[in-house]
């Protein structure tokens, strides 16, 4: 339930350059360490499960390091689209692993217990034989305050925050685009096939704070205090919800059925199916709410839909009631039903 990990610790001018002599000539670290402000500059260093260590001047005599590290591919010795389970066995094997590695760049690097967690992954790997479809209709979910999409990719259902980063994805596509047939990883196609990635990245200080709070994790928290799936657990299920939603997808004539086949009164039924034909109009749940509280007509209809916030909210509770996702499948995709990818997930 994590992939990805960033620690950093502080250091010195001296030990900076002790550490950089190991992988430059000494002429190249005192450019290195005269040009590192303002920002960072990579180690070349190949070692399973670590993706980037890097430098930077933070202040006067002062540098960070900084260590990305996954774990899973870290204990396994090898990439893998696999996520770190947080169990008590994958910790142990961590355990053991971390240290060899840190030591692994550089002999005079402190253990881990002593580097301070920057950034975490909270990741699921969920199962869908539609997975581009999927990505697709992620698009069209809901935008939490404040989160933009900053990068518009069509593999990629992509939203940002100062804190976080919210990105569903589909895994074969990103695998494809950065890794080719006869590269040693190719074997991540096979593995990629069929996932749609759920990715939290919770970054910075502001963040992490937040979840030691919550969680009572203790003041000086190390990388091992944050491996629990519970708060994994929690953190995804509460943007995923956010974000898509629980429901399964349905073809809006399907949807209507379902609709049509509840206990709701008939004014009830006729207004949601309004509210579910302005999202398929305006494309994504986000705008369908702005059109909504400022009123819309309907193509073709000549019908007025207009409601408050408050009305929104419970028409996307309804929906959440009887398991309907608020976005419809396009009609020229001749699909009927496609199930929430959330529904693979197997909860302990």
Same mark, same amino acid.
């Given at each position: 339930?994590?992939? &990805? !990990?960033? @620690?950093?610790?502080?250091?010195? %001018?001296?030990?900076?350059?002790? #550490? =950089?002599?190991? /992988? ?125 999409? &900053? !990068?518009? @990719?069509?593999?990629?259902?992509? %939203?940002?925050?100062?804190?976080? #980063? =919210?990105?569903? /994805? ?125 009123? &819309? ?17 419970? /028409? ?33």
């Amino acid at each position: 339930m994590i992939h &990805t !990990i960033e @620690l950093t610790i502080t250091t010195n %001018r001296n030990k900076a350059k002790i #550490i =950089l002599s190991d /992988y430059y000539q000494f002429e190249e670290v005192q450019q290195i360490i005269a040009n590192t402000k303002g920002k960072k500059v990579s180690i070349p260093i190949q070692y399973p499960g670590i993706t980037d260590v890097s430098f930077s001047h933070i202040d006067r005599d002062y540098y960070r390091l900084y260590l990305i590290i996954e774990p899973q591919s870290l204990i396994i010795g090898r990439r893998t689209i696999d996520v770190f389970d947080c169990s008590d066995e994958s910790i142990y094997k961590l355990r053991n692993a971390l240290p060899v590695a840190i030591k692994n760049i550089s002999s005079t690097l402190p253990s881990e217990e002593r580097w301070t967690v920057s950034r975490i992954d909270y990741t699921v790997n969920l199962l869908s034989e539609n997975v581009e479809k999927c990505v697709y209709l992620a698009k069209k979910g809901r935008d939490p305050y404040r989160y933009k999409d &900053t !990068i518009k @990719l069509p593999g990629s259902s992509y %939203r940002k925050s100062k804190t976080v #980063i =919210l990105n569903f /994805y589909d895994k074969l596509d990103h695998i494809r685009k950065n890794t080719g047939p006869t590269s040693p990883n190719a074997y991540l196609m096979e593995e990629a096939k069929n996932i749609f990635r759920i990715e939290i990245q919770c970054l910075g200080n502001k963040k992490l704070r937040h979840i030691k709070d919550k969680y009572k994790l203790p003041t000086n928290a190390d990388i091992y205090d944050y491996l629990r799936s519970d708060i994994a657990k929690e953190i995804i299920f509460y943007y995923y919800k956010k974000v898509i939603g629980m429901g399964d997808y349905y073809s809006m004539s399907e949807a209507i059925n379902k609709i049509q086949n509840t206990p709701w009164s008939r004014r009830k039924q006729e207004n949601i199916i309004k509210w579910l034909r302005l999202i398929a109009h305006a494309r994504s749940i986000s705008k369908a709410r702005e059109q909504f509280i400022t009123g &819309t007509v309907l193509k073709n209809t000549n019908t007025l839909v207009k409601g408050s916030l408050n009305t929104f909210g419970n /028409y996307i509770k309804s929906c959440e009631a009887i398991d309907l996702n608020p976005v419809t499948i396009p009609k020229d995709w001749e699909i009927k039903y496609i199930p929430n990818p959330i529904k693979s997930l197997k909860i302990s």
